[in-house]
């Protein structure tokens, strides 16, 4: 099992364009296609297989998997192996001209919630974006609207409708974790009021000791989105972030923290060192009209690169 929680427009209609209609996998097919996926990573965990993770991830978790191979290998350090339990699925129909995809939901109380989102592509079908909340209790997860036949609605970035369109979220986010800023367009909690706080506290130590912090959080990839049953959406993006941390006189050095550390091997660094992150988000979006604000519900983070001098 690998828990997905780290370190701290144009216009466009409402919905995807219907398209034919038709489902684009069964319910049976779904749940067959991240039953496998599943198994393969287990096994690819087990054994740090850089390669096999190829045929079952794509794009920047593809990237994400494969340094926290690097990492674990560093420290010597193994990876849990195994599968979520009892998932539950939702299937968008099928649009023309975009990439048919599904989201699969694991909880399993007291250890996490895990949200997958599996896409199809050339190879075959691959996991692009997941995300987790490994609180004791997650918080309140929304419902998924379905259609008489049990089918999703996928809703396109810029679906208007919501408080603010899904790329809007996405952007809106970032932008305050890269100012360090709170945004009270969302709840608090650990990936929004407790990450800006974090990177206050860790701009003012640095001041202290005369160096300075840059982040950069840089939206990556597409950005999906699934109609909830209170009217709103479920929005899924990955970003790549970096944190620059430069010395403003000679004096102190800086050491990282967490996998960081282990890419760099604990060194202290006298002038400068940056670390770079994947990360991914799940977060709810309330529907047009709400006062409520957008809850961030899980994220996977992986440092990607480290160094310095």
Request: glycine share 10%.
């Amino acid at each position: 099992m690998r828990p997905r929680a780290g370190t701290p427009t144009s216009p466009a209609s409402a919905e995807a364009p219907a398209g034919s209609g038709r489902p684009q996998l069964t319910s049976k097919e779904a749940y067959a296609v991240h039953g496998r996926y599943q198994r393969g990573l287990s096994a690819a965990q087990a054994r740090k297989d850089r390669e096999a993770m190829a045929r079952l991830e794509h794009g920047l978790a593809l990237e994400m998997t494969r340094a926290a191979f690097t990492t674990a290998k560093m420290e010597g350090t193994s990876l849990a192996t195994g599968v979520w339990p009892n998932p539950k699925i939702w299937i968008p129909r099928h649009v023309e001209g975009v990439a048919d995809w599904f989201v699969a939901v694991s909880h399993e109380p007291g250890v996490a919630r895990i949200v997958d989102v599996m896409s199809s592509a050339p190879g075959g079908w691959r996991l692009v974006a997941s995300a987790a909340d490994t609180r004791a209790t997650p918080a309140r997860f929304p419902a998924i609207a379905t259609d008489a036949e049990g089918y999703a609605t996928g809703l396109s970035e810029n679906a208007t409708g919501l408080i603010a369109t899904p790329r809007q979220i996405a952007r809106a986010h970032l932008a305050s974790l890269e100012r360090a800023e709170i945004d009270p367009a969302f709840d608090e909690g650990p990936w929004t009021s407790e990450t800006v706080l974090f990177w206050q506290q860790e701009r003012a130590r640095l001041r202290e000791a005369d160096w300075k912090l840059t982040l950069s959080y840089r939206l990556e990839g597409p950005v999906r989105a699934l109609r909830t049953g209170d009217g709103g959406a479920l929005v899924w993006y990955g970003a790549r972030s970096t944190e620059l941390r430069e010395a403003e006189r000679e004096g102190a050095t800086v050491k990282l923290k967490g996998s960081a550390a282990v890419r760099t091997r604990g060194k202290a660094f006298a002038r400068s060192v940056s670390a770079t992150y994947g990360r991914m988000y799940v977060t709810h979006v309330p529907p047009a009209g709400s006062n409520e604000p957008a809850r961030v519900l899980g994220e996977w983070s992986d440092v990607l690169e480290s160094h310095g001098d």
